[in-house]
């Protein structure tokens, strides 16, 4: 189970996390959530309360937000479900955090789309700003995870950080997005490839070409 | 109703059945791990792969496939087969090939359907994966890297104990089962758990390396620690019970047990009376059998008619016979089981028993739960409510509130609530096709007629498709109950008329639960199994058998009798308690007419002939009119689920549940 992320101090946890409760504005939000499902059917909202919760540590820490034990219980209390059920949840998925993060929570797709077109150089780049696998830096700015694939493979390599993505990265590019992030900026997100916008073709349409200016009917020429 | 063919064989099976059951009912086995009758359908292990005809050209998983008319089942053809394999060779790529130093060895599926459809060998040569152990309390040993998660203990967490402790966290080859932050699973059918593992992943702590399954002999006998009447198997080695485990009973218990039924055996080789004792001087000291029955024949002498007998909560019926028979041989009939000083009104036996029957009240759509800790006074009632509530019942109950692991909608714990049923709740009631009223032994005293005064609104008659229904219930705690007061153990006033007659002779049959300092005046005969209460305060001790050491007839809260047969020898000097009744009425001059237990039994059976017949004892019903006006606060009768009588209080395991469990100690496991 090398993989398994080990699960802070109990008690320490509790004496930090215990009295975890929603902020006004989150309360807000979590009845907004709830209204979504039919009465009685609340445990659909195991996911977005979680995510809720993940936030509002985030937005308490300064930090992109974990999981405390109290806070999962708090989730379950809320929703009226067991606690190892919710625990089930948050344990499964990957965009939940089990431990502390930093501020900026730098997921690099290493799936092999992005591996082919240089995850290794981004990994590399990383590396050479002291992020490790699996680590918080010390002074709390970034924390690296490798991830498998984000969907993002026609503008592959990518990394995902907190909430955007980073695509068509190369060494140099990625260190200039951790650079500006550990100055506060807020780099553009999406492609960093000059003249794209998307994932559309570089250099131009290779198929459908007739349909660029114009909406074209290819159906004769079938 | 589909009609399909396996293998060649037309089979007919229910609307709704699946695949994997019409092939069992084409008398073919499919292997599998994680589908179980009892539990929902999980179709995780695929074991169950089978070919269907028409379908897409791969094999599916039976277990969680519908039966479907005109279907082509192939349970023996070369995708099966191949299939079969290919699955448990992925299942052994990760399980360790430690079966010597496991307990499930010679009773694990894996291993047996490894032989019957694996390949014979590995061809994995990468490491395997290791899961760290995780605590699940004082019952369940797990060693988690043999798991190959199937989830049956998820699932008999969620839908049968209602307790849901145990899941799964993490994904793929992370996954692990364990217990919420590893502390113990807080139920009391947590054994069963490690019944279901189909692997040695979980096993039972209590007896974790003591034996090998092909060591023991096998006994069928009847679990005395409730009034359930749990049907089981004594497996023993030697002299010594080494396991309880379930037998399947649907009417009864199923094919579950709970954890003071498994694990209170090791109670039976521990704090054993194993000769006679005399008090001399104030102090018990040992004797022979020919002393102890010469220090009674001296009271008994000058007793005259003055002798009582009180059966205690284990007892079997033929035990309950004999002592009745030698009392009534001295002219007394100052006989009575309710030890504890319950004192309601046996008039009628109906008014007093399950009427419902065990099984049948899980199609109860309406539950009045009146005084009863169900969880702690029948589990395996219990676990029908839960079964009723799945098919649409409300439960509602009256006394201190408690959690049931399932929804309740408490009323108050005020008995005066029967007087005039709240509008919710007889509305329920007169609505429900089939409502039900469980009435507890904590309501007993203060409820039963206002109970009874209602229990009309519990009937339903006949219909044309539905037989008669009587939903009224009581539920009592003790084996011995329900049989003790079909002979006639029962007291107008309970046991304070037995107090009240101050009798010069006073046997106790294993009795450990009366108020012995009431009967300071009498000299008191202890007949039983266990260094318990009564053994303290008696005057002289004859040490008896246990449940496990005779044959006997029980009689379950239903009504149902039923029979256990001697799973091992009492220890040292130990004799069976009907030998020993004989033996004495012998000696005091008032011989019983009967040499042998068959005669006993048919001088039983003649008595009250529903003990000779194995079955459901037919009571009329026909409820005495008490006094209907009820009032006051419950208390329940179980303080403590794991220590409730004389054996479970010596047996090691049973206390460290209760500690653990039910008080919180601290017995985790550092980690090594």
């Known amino acids: ?222 | 109703m589909p009609k399909l063919k396996v293998d060649g064989i037309e089979v007919e099976v229910p609307q709704g059945a699946t695949v994997l059951q019409a092939c069992e009912a084409a008398g073919k086995e499919i292997p599998r791990f994680c589908y179980h009758e009892r539990l929902s359908i999980a179709g995780n292990c695929r074991m169950c792969l089978v070919e269907v005809k028409p379908g897409p050209p791969k094999p599916q998983a039976s277990c969680a496939l519908p039966a479907a008319d005109n279907q082509e089942v192939r349970t023996d053809s070369p995708m099966v087969k191949a299939a079969r394999e290919g699955v448990m060779e992925f299942l052994l790529i990760n399980h360790p090939l430690d079966c010597p130093i496991c307990d499930q060895g010679g009773e694990c599926d894996l291993q047996d359907q490894s032989v019957a459809y694996g390949r014979g060998q590995s061809r994995y040569e990468e490491n395997k994966r290791a899961v760290t152990e995780k605590y699940m309390g004082p019952i369940i040993k797990t060693v988690m890297t043999r798991c190959i998660q199937c989830t049956r203990c998820v699932r008999f967490g969620e839908e049968v104990a209602g307790v849901e402790d145990i899941g799964a966290i993490y994904r793929g080859e992370n996954m692990q089962i364990t217990t919420y932050l590893e502390k113990a699973f807080k139920s009391e059918l947590s054994g069963n758990v490690a019944d279901l593992c189909p692997v040695g992943a979980l096993t039972h702590k209590p007896v974790a390396f003591e034996y090998r399954p092909w060591e023991l002999k096998r006994n069928l006998s009847i679990d005395v620690m409730d009034a359930v009447g749990t049907n089981i198997r004594l497996d023993s080695r030697g002299r010594q019970v080494m396991r309880v485990l379930p037998r399947i009973n649907e009417d009864v218990n199923e094919e579950w047990a709970h954890d003071k039924t498994r694990y209170h055996v090791d109670a039976l080789v521990r704090r054993r009376l194993d000769r006679p004792f005399v008090r001399k001087d104030g102090k018990l000291v040992p004797a022979t059998w020919e002393e102890a029955f010469d220090a009674i024949a001296g009271v008994a002498a000058n007793a005259g008619s003055s002798v009582a007998a009180i059966a205690g909560d284990l007892l079997d019926a033929e035990t309950m016979y004999a002592a009745k028979a030698l009392v009534k041989a001295f002219g007394s009939d100052l006989l009575e089981g309710r030890q504890t000083g319950m004192a309601y009104d046996t008039s009628s036996l109906s008014a007093v028993a399950f009427n419902t029957t065990i099984a049948a009240l899980e199609e109860a759509d309406a539950i009045l739960l009146v005084g009863t800790n169900l969880r702690w006074e029948a589990p395996l009632v219990n676990t029908r409510v839960r079964k009723a509530i799945k098919r649409g019942a409300k439960v509602f109950a009256i006394g201190p509130q408690v959690d049931l692991t399932y929804k309740v909608e408490w009323l108050g714990d005020d008995l005066g609530l029967l007087n005039s049923l709240p509008e919710n709740l007889a509305q329920a009631i007169d609505n429900a096709k089939k409502p039900a009223l469980i009435l507890g032994p904590g309501a007993l005293k203060n409820g039963h007629g206002a109970a009874l005064a209602i229990a009309g609104a519990f009937q339903r008659a006949a219909t044309e498709t539905e037989a008669a229904w009587n939903g009224f219930n009581v539920v009592h705690t003790a084996a011995a109950r329900m049989a003790g007061l079909m002979l006639g153990y029962a007291q107008k006033g309970g046991i304070a008329d037995i107090v009240a007659a101050s009798p010069k002779l006073a046997f106790f049959l294993g009795a450990d639960e009366v108020d012995f300092s009431k009967f300071a005046g009498s000299f008191k005969v202890y007949i039983g199994h266990h260094g318990d209460q009564g053994a303290h305060h008696a005057d002289v001790i004859l040490p008896g058998a246990t449940y496990a050491e005779k044959p006997g007839t029980y009689v379950n809260l239903e009504g149902r009798v039923q029979r256990a047969d001697r799973a091992v020898f009492a220890p040292g000097e130990a004799r069976e308690d009907w030998t020993i009744l004989r033996a004495l009425s012998e000696k005091l001059g008032r011989t019983l007419p009967f040499d042998s237990f068959d005669e006993l039994r048919a001088a039983m059976a003649s008595e009250v002939p529903a003990l000779g017949q194995e079955g459901l004892a037919e009571f009329a019903w026909n409820p005495p009119s008490l006094a209907s006006q009820a009032s006051g606060p419950v208390t329940y009768p179980v303080a403590d689920f794991y220590l409730t009588n004389a054996i479970c209080r010596a047996s090691p395991t049973m206390q460290r549940c209760s500690a653990e469990l039910l008080h919180g100690e601290d017995f985790a496991e550092a980690a090594e």
């Open chain 1, 1 to 222: 189970m090398a993989d398994a992320p080990q699960l802070p101090d109990e008690a320490e946890v509790r004496a930090r996390w215990g009295a975890f409760a929603w902020t006004p504005a989150n309360a807000e939000k979590a009845r907004e959530i709830m209204a979504r499902y039919p009465a009685g059917r609340q445990m659909s909202c195991t996911i977005p309360f979680l995510d809720l919760a993940q936030r509002q540590v985030g937005a308490e820490t300064n930090t992109q937000g974990w999981l405390p034990v109290p806070v999962i219980e708090f989730v379950a209390r809320e929703l009226d479900m067991p606690y190892i059920r919710v625990f089930e949840v948050a344990t499964f998925y990957t965009m939940f955090n089990l431990v502390p993060v930093g501020r900026y929570h730098v997921q690099v797709c290493g799936t092999t789309p992005c591996m082919l077109r240089g995850s290794d150089d981004v990994m590399a780049a990383c590396k050479s700003r002291g992020l490790k696998k699996g680590h918080t830096t010390a002074d709390g700015l970034f924390t690296l995870t490798e991830v498998e694939c984000m969907g993002n493979c026609s503008s592959a390599p990518m990394v995902q950080i907190n909430d955007d993505n980073f695509e068509d990265l190369d060494y140099d590019r990625t260190l200039a997005i951790l650079d500006a992030l550990a100055k506060g900026e807020s780099p553009k997100t999406g492609t960093q490839e000059p003249g794209r916008h998307t994932v559309e073709p570089l250099g131009g349409p290779t198929t459908l070409t007739a349909m660029v200016s114009e909406n074209h009917d290819y159906r004769g020429e079938w």
